[in-house]
T-cell receptor, first 112, second 116 residues
Framework: DAGITQSPRHKVTETGTPVTLRCHQT?????MYWYRQDPGHGLRLIHY???????DKGEVSDGYSVSRSKTEDFLLTLESATSSQTSVYFC???????????FGPGTRLTVT | AQKVTQAQTEISVVEKEDVTLDCVYE???????LFWYKQPPSGELVFLIR??????QNEISGRYSWNFQKSTSSFNFTITASQVVDSAVYFC?????????????FGSGTRLQVQP
C-alpha cells in the first residue's frame, strides 16, 4: 500500500472558522492532489501540486487554498469554512511514470 | 472539457450472477488514460485498473474483466460470478495525458449490492 496518511480523520467545525487538512506521503512522489467527495458527484478535484511550491487549481477551488513546502506534505486550507464545504476530503499521489493515483484514507469534515 | 458518465446509479444482484458496470467518457485528447476504482463500505479508494487510449486490448484479472472500445467511448467493467465482498461503489475515471496535469475526472459512481 502507498504510504499516504491524512489528518485529522474526522473534524467538526463551525461556520467561519479556518480549517487545515494535512496529507503526508512517504513515497517521495512528485504529484499530489486534493479531491472532495459528495453524493451524486463522485470525486472532484480541488487543487493539485506538481512539485514543491508548484500548485494549481482544480474545478472546485473556490474557498480553498493549498501549500506544499516539502515533497511529503500537502496542506489544504479552508480560510473560512462554510456548510457547503461539509464533505469527505481525499488526498492522492501519483508517481512520475504512471498516471494512476493512490488515495489516502480520507477526512470527514462537518461544518455546522 | 472531459467528462465521465456512469448512468447506473445502483445495481443489485444475487451472488454468483454476472454484472456489468457501464462507463462512457468524453475527451478531446488523443492520448488519455482510463481507470476503475473500488470504494468498499469502509470508505477507502482502491485502484483496480488503468487502460491507455492506444491499447484497446481487453483485460481479465480473475473474476474481473474490462472492455475498452474507443469507437463507442466506453470502458465497461464486468464482474463474473459476483460475491458479497464485491459490494461497493465503483468509480470510472479519466486522465488526459496531453496537458500533463494528470488529474482524474471521475464519474458519479455505481453502487453495487450483491445479495447472498
Amino acid at each position: 500500500d502507498a504510504g499516504i496518511t491524512q489528518s485529522p480523520r474526522h473534524k467538526v467545525t463551525e461556520t467561519g472558522t479556518p480549517v487545515t487538512l494535512r496529507c503526508h506521503q512517504t513515497e517521495n512522489h512528485r504529484y499530489m492532489y486534493w479531491y472532495r467527495q459528495d453524493p451524486g458527484h463522485g470525486l472532484r478535484l480541488i487543487h493539485y501540486s506538481y512539485g514543491v511550491k508548484d500548485t494549481d487549481k482544480g474545478e472546485v477551488s473556490d474557498g480553498y487554498s493549498v501549500s506544499r513546502s516539502k515533497t511529503e506534505d500537502f496542506l489544504l486550507t479552508l480560510e473560512s469554512a462554510t456548510s457547503s464545504q461539509t464533505s469527505v476530503y481525499f488526498c492522492a499521489i501519483s508517481g512520475p511514470y504512471s498516471y494512476e493515483q493512490y488515495f489516502g484514507p480520507g477526512t470527514r469534515l462537518t461544518v455546522t | 472539457a472531459q467528462k465521465v458518465t456512469q448512468a447506473q446509479t445502483e445495481i443489485s444482484v444475487v451472488e454468483k450472477e454476472d454484472v456489468t458496470l457501464d462507463c462512457v467518457y468524453e475527451t478531446r485528447d488523443t492520448t488519455y488514460y482510463l481507470f476503475w476504482y473500488k470504494q468498499p463500505p469502509s470508505g477507502e479508494l482502491v485502484f483496480l485498473i488503468r487502460r491507455n487510449s492506444f491499447d484497446e486490448q481487453n483485460e481479465i484479472s480473475g473474476r474481473y474483466s474490462w472492455n475498452f472500445q474507443k469507437s463507442t467511448s466506453s470502458f465497461n467493467f464486468t464482474i463474473t460470478a459476483s460475491q458479497v465482498v464485491d459490494s461497493a461503489v465503483y468509480f470510472c475515471a479519466l486522465s488526459e495525458a496531453d496537458t500533463g496535469r494528470r488529474a482524474l475526472t471521475f464519474g458519479s459512481g455505481t453502487r453495487l449490492q450483491v445479495q447472498p
